[in-house]
């Protein structure tokens, strides 16, 4: 159930509804900074701002005919307004309300990440203090090395994720910018106050050099720091699933009652949200590379970029979303078995005390 609810708090930053109201949420915040300035009267201003709305289907009838989103989203506004209408992304490209848009949505998904990565941190700190004191032996190659704790483990766990949490956060100053600059950056229709008014009124910040689209080296970073993380929580689901396995049985996965693992076996019960998490983080790293390959967009802009952001961008926020949850579910309930992991220590009848008789 809390997997299902953190799924639908995040894919709703992603419907179409969502990207229509971020990218009304943009025009009126310049018209907003345009009246500011002086330039769009006041009460044309308070009639925009309070009257704006749009039809998701009546912008998909009107850009079956323009062939141009944004063209039919302003055309779709327009109709809700009167002569002030006039106003509404005046001195405008379309870049500038969609990436900073894109921005705010971005934003407001990796907060929920971030929020998620220390919960699970929490998760992983809890267990780790709960087995502080307990023996297993611990393994290279697979093979049995010397004694640890499964505290120790879930230690080393707890500081990789704080090494994720560092990088999101740096991650999200760097996705947190908008532009309002017009078409190829050139501000030859705007003043600079106009992108400055705009963004503070949005939370975000002005970027500092752009020209007709944010750079894309912003949105690689994202992929790249959401690959590195789902890279890490498949690590530990792949150490759980191992420990899962009958000849070491040292941990699993909590089983409900009910709760069935095999059509002609009925005895089994499968590491299966482990291996989901698994195939999941192979799907969040692919993202990375259309991310990164989209930085090499050409001169000021083109929109190869943008068919591959209407799949990864949703996606990989969403399915981070889910992953984190899922891992979190099995670490604060995941059945530890210290007699198991000590019958495992002993099974060479010390032979991992090898290195002290060596020395």
Request: aromatic fraction near 8%.
């Given at each position: ?23 009304l949420d943009v025009e009126k915040a310049v018209v907003k900074a345009w009246s500011r300035l002086g330039l769009i009267p006041e009460d044309d201003a308070k009639k ?268 990989s926020f969403i399915t981070s979303d889910f992953m984190l949850h899922r891992m979190n579910n099995v670490i604060a309930n995941l059945t530890v078995y210290p007699k ?20």
């Open positions: 159930m809390i997997e299902r609810y953190a799924r639908e708090e995040m894919s709703s930053k992603w419907t179409m509804q969502a990207k229509y109201q971020a990218w925009i701002v309070e009257n704006a709305g749009f039809d998701i289907k009546r912008i998909d009838e009107i850009e079956a005919v323009t062939r141009h989103d944004l063209i039919a989203f302003t055309t779709s506004v327009s109709e809700t307004l009167g002569e002030e209408s006039r106003w509404f992304h005046y001195g405008m490209t379309s870049s500038d309300t969609v990436d900073t848009a894109v921005a705010l949505q971005m934003k407001s998904s990796l907060e929920l990440i971030i929020e998620d990565v220390k919960m699970i941190m929490e998760s992983i700190k809890k267990r780790a203090m709960e087995h502080k004191m307990t023996l297993m032996v611990g393994r290279s190659h697979g093979i049995h090395g010397e004694p640890i704790t499964f505290g120790l483990v879930l230690a080393v766990w707890y500081d990789e994720m704080a090494r994720h949490l560092e990088n999101l956060e740096q991650t999200l100053d760097v996705i947190s910018v908008g532009q309002v600059s017009g078409a190829m950056g050139n501000f030859a229709h705007a003043p600079l106050e106009l992108e400055e008014y705009t963004c503070e009124e949005l939370g975000l910040k002005p970027a500092p050099a752009s020209n007709q689209v944010i750079q894309r080296d912003r949105y690689a970073r994202l992929a790249t720091a959401l690959a590195l993380m789902a890279s890490s929580i498949e690590k530990f689901a792949v150490q759980v699933r191992h420990w899962q396995r009958t000849e070491v049985y040292e941990c699993e996965e909590y089983f409900a009652k009910g709760q069935k693992g095999s059509s002609a076996m009925p005895h089994k019960r499968n590491p299966i949200l482990t291996e989901n998490i698994t195939g999941l983080a192979r799907m969040i790293r692919a993202y990375a590379i259309p991310a990164m390959e989209n930085v090499a967009l050409w001169h000021e802009r083109d929109i190869s970029h943008s068919s591959t952001e209407r799949f990864w961008l949703p996606d198991n992991m000590m019958r495992n220590l002993n099974l060479t009848g010390g032979l991992v005390f090898s290195q002290r008789v060596l020395l």
